[in-house]
């Protein structure tokens, strides 16, 4: 068990129905594209697959996928979708889990590796997808940049999202690298809010890249989207490919 918060049955149910939007074939269709490309014919696993958002689709294009997800329930909603031959998924931990085979990719997407709260649990994790890797194998990460450039004097809170349904905003400690991201949802027509928050450790891209150096990855392409775009001093979030030498 890592540092991970547990994703919880109610949590999991209404998942997919709140992540609409990044589940669309505009958003999910260069993804997939991205991903596609880099397992080149050959075997993918997926670190924290959850309910499948991105395996289940990649595997209809023919990508093998294999999974592995901390919470049961995300892995149930999962296997709602699609048979465990079909798409196997070992519950357990993304930076200690091992499972059979090799893959000629490994990746992991939507910010997912700062669940894992702690520097060394990160390593852990870039260690995971190299032993998981096949000689000249990539890890892929999509990470967010930390927005502190955002933070004022004596602020501690961003906002990520004022919509009529949602609130969301980020507050930062800057000496422990965590991030605490809140989020104020309205369920119903009668004004209420569900609130629920969610701890994360942020990381940089140079901070990435001497943890792909330490589990003997070598940086090969940094976007900022999965469109390909340049990664610049602008940019929100990254794309970012290590590949395992052969």
């Known amino acids: ?60 294009r023919g990508v093998p996928v294999v999974g ?12 709602r979708k699609v048979d465990r031959s079909t798409l196997p998924v070992t519950i357990g931990d993304m930076a200690t889990t091992v499972v059979p085979g090799a893959f000629s990719l490994v990746y992991l997407v939507y910010n997912t590796i700062t669940n894992l709260l702690t520097q060394d649990e ?32 004596g602020q501690v809170a961003v906002p990520f999202d004022v919509s009529e349904h949602h609130l969301g905003f980020d507050t930062f400690d ?11 949802t309205r369920d119903g027509d009668d004004g209420r809010y569900r609130r629920e928050n969610s701890r994360h450790r942020y990381a940089w891209p140079a901070e990435l890249d001497l943890m792909a150096r330490i589990a003997g990855l070598e940086l090969e392409r940094r976007v900022a989207d999965w469109d390909g775009a340049p ?7 990254h794309v970012s490919v290590w590949r395992k030498p052969t």
Not at 72 to 79: G, I, K, N, P
Not at 174 to 184: A, D, K, M
Not at 231 to 237: L, M
Request: charged share 25%.
């Open 1 to 60: 068990m890592t540092s991970s918060e547990l994703w919880t049955r109610e949590t999991a149910d209404r998942y997919d129905a709140e992540e609409t939007e990044t589940s669309s074939a505009a958003v999910l269709g260069p993804t997939l594209a991205f991903l596609t490309e880099l397992a080149g014919g050959g075997r993918a696993l997926e670190f924290a697959i959850g309910t499948g958002r991105v395996g289940v689709p990649l595997r209809e």
């Open 68 to 79: 592995i997800e901390l919470s049961e329930h995300m892995a149930a909603v999962l296997r």
């Open 122 to 153: 990160q390593v852990e994790c870039f260690r995971n997808a190299a032993r998981h890797l096949e000689p000249g194998g990539r890890f892929v990460i999509e990470l967010g940049v930390p927005p502190l450039r955002f933070l004022p004097p």
């Open 174 to 184: 800057l000496v422990e690298q965590i991030l605490v991201s809140h989020h104020f």
């Open 231 to 237: 990664f610049t001093q602008d940019s929100t979030k």
